[in-house]
């Protein structure tokens, strides 16, 4: 189901240079630094959603419907191999925002197979050098070295072709491009679906129990 993909003809390069002129842009950040992306807006009443669809939707966006369309994000950055991602943007989150992203290593070399605390050192070099510095479990209990060391995602907040230069690019820049706007679209579709089924759900009050310190005055001497 497609409400905001749109496909482009790739062999032409004024098709190609409309679709990235004309596409929706949305502030990469709270506007204060100007810069923009590519974008949808979705805003309940811009998802096509019928009358009762749309009553049913101001309930369910009081749950924490982000948890779980995380994971299309997710699924999105892993298919632009750590490249884009997808931010949220807007008062109350009425858009999203194609991102430019990088994997960084988190410089984790080694873990605790006893309390699990990471550390930046490597061990294995000399007998014994695997010793946690948290619990001071050692040997088999001690640190060992990750097998793939863990990464984190750095997101950009720099806008994604602001210029609308297009005439100087390639044709193979420009499909690149393309291929990028148009993967963020088949994902924001993705989300909008995914929401959809939300509607299907029913929105229960749960109440729950959190244990609270409160701090309250006391005189400080009795009377
Ligand atoms: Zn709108
Ligand atoms: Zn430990």
Redesign the pocket.
């Known amino acids: 189901m497609s409400h905001f993909q749109k496909i482009t003809d790739r062999r032409s390069k004024e098709a190609m240079v409309r679709f990235l002129t004309d596409h929706f842009r949305y502030d990469t950040m709270r506007s204060w630094n100007a810069s923009s992306s590519y974008a949808q807006?979705i805003?309940l009443?811009?998802l096509g959603l019928t009358p009762e669809q749309l009553m049913k939707a101001y309930d369910v966006i009081q749950t924490d419907i982000w948890d779980e369309l995380d994971i299309l994000i997710q699924d999105f950055v892993t298919e632009m191999g750590g490249a884009y991602t997808i931010g949220v943007n807007g008062r109350s989150g009425?858009y999203l925002v194609l991102l430019g992203s990088e994997w960084t290593s988190t410089g984790y070399k080694s873990y605790c197979r006893t309390c699990y605390q990471r550390n930046y050192q490597s061990c294995g070099h000399t007998d014994g050098d695997n010793a946690c510095g948290m619990c001071r479990a050692t040997g088999e209990k001690g640190r060992v070295n990750y097998a793939t060391p863990p990464r984190q995602l750095s997101v950009s907040n720099s806008g994604i072709d602001e210029e609308c230069d297009f005439e100087n690019w390639s044709m193979e820049q420009l499909r690149a491009r393309v291929n990028v706007v148009e993967a963020f679209d088949s994902a924001c579709d993705d989300i909008r679906v995914a929401f959809l089924g939300m509607l299907d759900m029913d929105v229960v009050e749960e109440t729950i129990m959190v244990p609270q310190k409160r701090f309250v005055l006391q005189t400080s001497h009795a009377l």
Do not use: A, E
């Open positions: 807006c805003k009443h811009k009425g």
